[in-house]
């Protein structure tokens, strides 16, 4: 009997001696496929620059993260060649600056037909869906991102 309580005993402390398990490793240090955001953007301009300043902080933390915006609603004004922040910050200087970390820009062509905006009018590169909102739900149903609405 003795010799069982004696091997229990050295168990437990086996046990309590073991190592506690790490905490998981940031985003950025895990390998495999990269994080895939979308951003549902959908208000004017403060919402919108508030939106571009957390992909910017999300590329960040995370420079390997594949990020698309889309645009619906009055934030595809913020598409527009010329447009500019309520403080008079071109749009497209941020817009440029994300796409060379390789952020993809969408716009609603249902907006854009209500708002009377064509292609044409946009700044470069940006890409033109049917439907923004029929866009966001296949990126996170069919292609797995993560959805994020400032």
């Known amino acids: 009997m003795h010799k069982i309580t004696l091997s229990l005993l050295l168990a437990l ?3 309590g001696a073991a190592p506690a398990p790490s905490r998981a490793a940031p985003a950025s240090a895990t390998q ?4 895939r955001v979308v951003f549902h953007l959908d208000t004017g301009s403060k919402g919108t620059v508030t939106a571009l300043h957390q ?4 590329l960040t933390a995370d420079p390997t ?7 619906l609603g009055e934030s595809v004004r913020f598409l527009v060649k010329g447009s500019k922040t309520e403080g008079g910050y071109p749009f497209a ?3 440029e600056d994300l796409q060379q970390s390789g952020v993809r820009f969408e ?3 249902n907006t854009m037909t209500t708002l009377k905006i ?4 946009l700044d470069d590169d940006i890409d033109v869906v049917p439907s923004g909102l029929a866009e966001i739900a296949r990126l996170q ?3 797995g991102y993560a959805y994020i609405k400032p």
């Open 13 to 15: 402390c086996a046990i």
């Open 32 to 35: 495999g496929a990269p994080m």
């Open 55 to 58: 992909a910017r902080n999300l």
């Open 65 to 71: 993260a594949k990020i698309v915006v889309v645009a």
């Open 93 to 95: 200087l941020m817009i």
């Open 107 to 109: 716009a609603c062509n």
């Open 118 to 121: 064509t292609k044409n009018q």
């Open 141 to 143: 149903s069919r292609e």
